[in-house]
């Protein structure tokens, strides 16, 4: 029972252009959506947030998108540059229970051309 | 400020031998969570210690367990190891008991088990 889904296993894009990475979740409890960055031999580092209240977060070239009546949310990366070259993992915090912890999808490798 | 830190970075074992992994939390975190990322896919929760106790756990069974110690640092023990524990065990800090929704990960541990 997958919650989060990450249905691109990978997106190729050229340097300047926008990518957007796509993310669908099921559980209606998650309250917060995160987007991770992982490179080899790395843990995932923390990119950006959203608040389920909020329907849009930017940060730099970097902006969250939640559309919580399709359970969906989305990462778009403006311009595009070669070092955003990894694995990128979308997350989602569920608000039940004391750990609040963080369910994941599968990742979407993003590869930036030159 | 000191990251995480995690070790041994790599490690091969044989079905139905334990192994214990280590994690040093970032400083300030005094919480500590467990994920195991089995190969292509997103990391998945196996359970989070706060103040040295067991904070909720994911679908793991009980041959898994941890400690946490007095300066927050974590071990994580895994029993009879099976083929399928081969992953990389990612270990993330934070601060308070599920009130962050950032976790920062350390580097991981690749276990093998033959």
């Known amino acids: 029972d997958q919650q989060v889904k990450q249905n691109s296993p990978s997106l190729s894009v050229q340097e300047g252009r926008i990518s957007i990475l796509n993310c669908d979740y099921t559980?209606?409890?998650?309250?917060?959506f995160l987007w991770y960055k992982k490179y080899p031999a790395e843990g995932p580092t923390f990119l950006i947030s959203?608040?389920?209240?909020?329907d849009k977060n930017e940060d730099g070239r970097f902006t969250v998108f939640l559309n919580k009546s399709a359970k969906h949310l989305s990462l778009h990366i403006v311009p595009s540059q070669p070092g955003d070259s990894a694995v990128y993992f979308c997350a989602a915090r569920d608000s039940g229970g004391s750990a609040r912890q963080l369910t994941f999808g599968s990742g979407t490798q993003l590869t930036v051309l030159p | 400020e000191t990251g995480v830190t995690q070790s041994p970075t790599h490690l091969i074992k044989t079905r139905g031998q334990q192994v214990t992994l280590r994690c040093s939390s970032q400083?300030?975190?005094?919480?500590v969570s467990w994920y195991q990322q089995a190969l292509g896919q997103g990391p998945q929760f196996i359970f989070q210690?706060?103040?040295?106790?067991e904070n909720g756990r994911g679908n793991f069974p009980p041959r898994f367990s941890g400690l946490q110690f007095p300066n927050y640092s974590s071990e994580l023990n895994v029993n009879a190891l099976e083929l399928d524990d081969s992953a990389l065990y990612l270990c993330?800090?934070?601060w308070g008991q599920g009130r962050t929704y950032e976790q920062y990960f350390g580097p991981g541990t690749r276990l093998t088990v033959t």
């Open positions: 993330a800090s934070s």
């Open positions: 959203i608040s389920s209240i909020k």
């Open positions: 210690y706060y103040r040295e106790e």
């Open positions: 559980n209606s409890m998650f309250d917060y």
């Open positions: 400083s300030g975190h005094n919480t």
